[in-house]
């Protein structure tokens, strides 16, 4: 078979890559009719970087208060990767998790924390490489942060205070000018996604100059005060809805997602300008968020009824785009009578904005106490629901992932995921970190050697 090759091989010789690279200069291959139902696109894009002192020193600080047990020890030291999070649980007579020696020790037994979400593995730069050249579509990239950024960041073009004798009681300084605090204000402006919001910075040109925009947004600028500080993901994406600007229809990624050939608008939004995925039936296997599974598939048949659900969009659920095995589990799986689970995909994920503001209004209860917990909880819900609740109603069109690949990092594995990434074999790739990883700088050396070898070259976000 014919591999993609570094330099996209055949891809190239017919002239793709030359029709990609004109779209970064402004000419559009996607038709004005298609265009116009979908509206602009907006990625958002969770990050935060545990190096920072200010952040270590706030993380445990709510460690003391609320407990978050079961640090591991890492090696090399931390610094920024996705949202993090971790999961509560220790009980407040146990000792916090310590930071020495830019390691994390763990104090506890419980898995509540663990440190690997916060493990930099420098792919942040690279995913957004492969935004501003695979996707120059996209509108606006909504970089969310506790309020540090990565020390690579182009920020000449932003506004605001970047002396180093600010505060530290003041950390988020890029994303903001409004003195006032806290994103949401009130119970009832958090319901709908309204209340107040801050104006935020944005570096870069837009997308109708061919390449999109970069906004810097940090927590307060959107999440409710009532969930502050939060050091978890669910929160985090529970609440992107309320960012100022954002675009009706969004991609969310985390920086383990990455694009590593063109991607089209349609890739994630049909003609309908609904958001493309696909609705497969599945078991729930026993993991670290099967408990927060189960929770959601709970409510996902509390909302709505199965059997009617299918009956409704027959040829979504039932689509020849996901592929003969997919097909065949999902009929196997027809015979419950409620949703037994749904595939998830781990990948960037598209997104109806009016999804996450329903979803707030009817089951505002359980999206407010997952918020409320400082650090991952199985009792609480994930951005997923906001994913079943899409495919429950019909709110998508049928795609195939045949283009998209998830693997988790380890040292047996690294050698394959370097050589898929360098033959551009997939669009995009989710890299999952890994706890047993022992040879951390020989796997992220090789990783990182595969991504410069087909985005060596800066993106405009960059020093």
């Known amino acids: 078979m014919v591999g993609w090759g570094a330099g996209y091989g ?29 509206g602009p696109i907006d990625v958002v894009i969770p990050w935060v ?25 890492i090696d090399p030291p931390l610094s920024g990767v996705t949202t993090g999070g971790a999961r509560r649980g220790a009980s407040s007579g146990e000792t916090a998790p310590q930071f020495i020696d830019d390691q994390v020790v763990a104090t506890g037994g419980a898995e509540n924390a663990s440190a690997i979400r916060y493990r930099d593995w420098g792919t942040l730069k690279y995913l957004l ?18 309020g540090h950024l990565p020390e690579w960041l182009n920020v000449s073009e932003l506004c605001g205070d970047l002396s180093p004798e600010s505060s530290l009681n003041e950390p988020l300084l890029l ?50 005060a009532e969930y502050l500080p939060t050091f978890s993901s669910r929160a985090i994406e529970l609440n992107v809805h309320r960012i100022s600007g954002l675009s009706d229809r969004f991609i969310l990624f985390n920086d383990d997602m990455l694009l590593l050939r063109p991607v089209t608008r349609e890739r994630f939004f049909g003609p309908d300008g609904l958001p493309r995925d696909m609705a497969r039936l599945s078991l729930i296997a026993p993991s ?4 927060t599974v189960l929770n959601m598939v709970e409510i996902l048949n509390r909302r709505h009824d199965r059997r009617s659900v299918m009956r409704s969009h027959p040829w979504k659920w039932f689509s020849p785009r996901y592929g003969l095995g997919n097909l065949l589990k999902t009929i196997d799986l027809s015979v419950w009578r409620g949703f037994a689970g749904l595939t998830d995909t781990h990948q960037p994920q598209p997104y109806l904005r009016a999804t996450f503001e329903r979803m707030w ?29 899409q495919l429950a109603r019909g709110d998508f069109s049928p795609v195939s992932f045949r283009d998209a690949r998830l693997d988790t990092l380890s040292e047996e594995r690294v050698g394959d995921i370097a050589a898929y990434i360098r033959s551009r074999r997939y669009s995009m790739v989710c890299l999952n970190d890994n706890s047993q990883i022992v040879d951390f700088q020989h796997v992220h050396s090789q990783l990182l050697d595969a991504l410069e070898a087909i985005l060596p070259e800066k993106s405009s976000y960059e020093k």
Not at 288 to 291: E, K, M, V
């Open 361 to 389: 209004d009817e089951e505002f209860a359980v999206l407010d106490a997952t918020c409320r917990q400082p650090f991952r909880s199985p009792l609480g819900v994930n951005h997923w629901l906001m994913r079943y609740e």
């Open 129 to 146: 490489r492969g935004i501003e050249r695979f996707a120059p579509w996209v509108r606006t990239v909504h970089l969310v942060t506790w």
């Open 49 to 73: 970087d545990g190096s920072d002192p200010a952040w270590r020193a706030a993380f445990l600080g709510a460690c003391n208060v609320h407990g978050c047990n079961g640090l591991s020890p």
């Open 175 to 224: 994303a903001t000018s409004a003195p006032s605090r806290g994103g949401g204000g009130s119970h009832k402006e958090a319901r709908g996604g309204g209340g107040s919001h801050k104006e935020t910075r944005a570096t870069g040109q837009d997308a109708h100059s061919g390449k999109p925009r970069l906004n810097i947004v940090r927590h307060d600028d959107y999440i409710p």
């Open 288 to 291: 670290s968020i099967s408990h």
């Open 10 to 38: 055949w891809f190239e010789k017919i002239g793709v890559r030359n029709r990609f690279r004109d779209m970064g200069k402004g000419e559009n291959m996607v038709c004005e009719q298609y265009a116009a139902a979908t």
